[in-house]
């Protein structure tokens, strides 16, 4: 039975991963950036689509940035809940925020000394719930990290960023988007924006990696820590829940929800 069941789940999987689970190719255009002239797909990335650019004099001239909080723009299929999409929007920017610190030295506030990094959510497929509470029966039996999806079931997440010099001339930018693989590490969530907010991760990566300069090296992270308000960098509770689940939950994985405008103590 247990044999059956697993083959049943690997073999589904790999179906749907042969067919059309594939991210789809990203195009420039939404209107978001404030410049996508020069814009070039990479094709060293293997499951997310990507454009970018970058000047590697004016993005070394940056090494403070002021992080403009994400926004979603231009989405309106499906129709998202405000709490659906403060939850992304707020995952996106702690994300993106923990690995900037890692290349650039972090503003509270902009400032005429700091550049500006501007994130806007471009796309957001949500997962099929159903699906996921299937996938993790099915996972249950299937050992180590690779996880099994139904085909169609999963979700994604598109974006596109860029960096502001000082002088708000852009120096670099990205246009990215990826959707959970069928056969792969991202688990079913039985949140339908599960698949979008667990993508916040490997987006805030690559964002922070296309907007640095190329020679620049990871830093360590500043004490205290510039993106302590999103609460701690790992979620040990979420990390427990997933493995003993099977399941990724938003709830548990998530940073600390605090409005990005909250006044520090003391500013009151």
Same mark, same amino acid.
């Not at 039996?141 to 079931?153: D, E, H, Q, S, T």
């Not at 974006?159 to 688990?187: F, N």
């Given at each position: 039975m247990v044999r059956g069941i697993t083959r049943l789940a690997v073999t589904a999987g790999l179906s749907g991963a042969l067919g059309a689970c594939a991210t789809a190719e990203v195009k420039p255009g939404s209107g978001f950036l404030s410049s996508y002239d020069g814009l070039e797909p990479r094709t060293d990335v293997v499951r997310a689509s990507v454009l970018q650019r970058r000047d590697e004099v004016l993005t070394t001239s940056v090494d403070r940035v002021w992080l403009a909080p994400a926004e979603v723009f231009g989405v309106t299929d499906p129709i998202l809940s405000e709490e659906e999409r403060r939850a992304v929007l707020y995952e996106v920017d702690r994300q993106v925020c923990y690995e900037l610190s890692e290349r650039f030295e972090i503003a509270e506030q902009p400032g005429p000394q700091a550049g500006t990094v501007r994130v806007g959510v471009t796309h957001i497929r949500p997962n099929n719930q159903a699906g996921s509470a299937a996938a993790a029966?099915?996972?249950?039996?299937?050992?180590?990290?690779?996880?099994?999806?139904?085909? /169609?079931?999963?979700? *994604?997440? /598109?974006? &596109?960023? &860029? +960096? +502001?010099?000082? $002088? *708000?001339?852009?120096?670099? @930018?990205?246009?990215?988007?990826?959707? @959970? %693989?069928?056969? /792969?590490?991202?688990?079913?969530?039985l949140s339908r924006i599960g698949d979008a907010h667990q993508l916040a991760e490997p987006? /805030?990566? %690559?964002? @922070? &990696?296309? +907007?640095? =300069?190329? $020679?620049?090296?990871?830093?360590?992270?500043? $004490?205290?820590? =510039?993106?302590q308000r999103f609460g701690p960098r790992v979620r040990v509770a979420g990390f427990v829940a997933g493995f003993a689940t099977g399941l990724y939950d938003p709830a548990l994985s998530g940073g600390r929800e605090t409005p990005r405008d909250e006044p520090k103590d003391g500013d009151q």
């Open positions: 029966v099915a996972n249950f039996f299937i050992p180590g990290p690779i996880k099994v999806r139904a085909p /169609g079931g999963t979700g *994604g997440l /598109g974006a &596109e960023a &860029e +960096l +502001l010099a000082p $002088d *708000g001339r852009q120096a670099a @930018a990205i246009v990215w988007r990826r959707d @959970a %693989m069928v056969v /792969g590490t991202d688990k079913p969530s987006l /805030g990566d %690559m964002v @922070a &990696e296309a +907007l640095a =300069p190329s $020679d620049r090296k990871a830093r360590s992270i500043p $004490d205290p820590d =510039p993106c």
